[in-house]
């Protein structure tokens, strides 16, 4: 019922699904509260400033190299 949009994740539940799914908990709570309200993640993004990882990084350069 999730997959298909009839039924919402609670929120507390995604850490625990996160880990039965081997999906990264901060990308489904990011994608879980972007879908359930993108107002209330705008400001939670400004407020808490994500930073980049190193992963994010690496990436970004493998980006900017193939596409300069």
Do not use: H
């Not at 994740?9 to 309200?37: K, M, Q, S, T």
Request: aromatic share 6%; proline share 9%; glycine share 2%.
């Amino acid at each position: 019922m999730m997959k298909t949009g009839e039924t919402k994740l609670p929120i507390e539940r995604i850490p625990a699904l996160a880990e039965a799914c081997d999906a990264d908990p901060i990308d489904f709570a990011r994608i879980a509260v972007l879908e359930y309200d993108p107002e209330i993640w705008g400001t939670l993004n400004l407020v808490f400033d994500p930073k980049l990882t190193d992963r994010d990084i690496s990436v970004l350069r493998i980006l900017r190299q193939a596409d300069p």
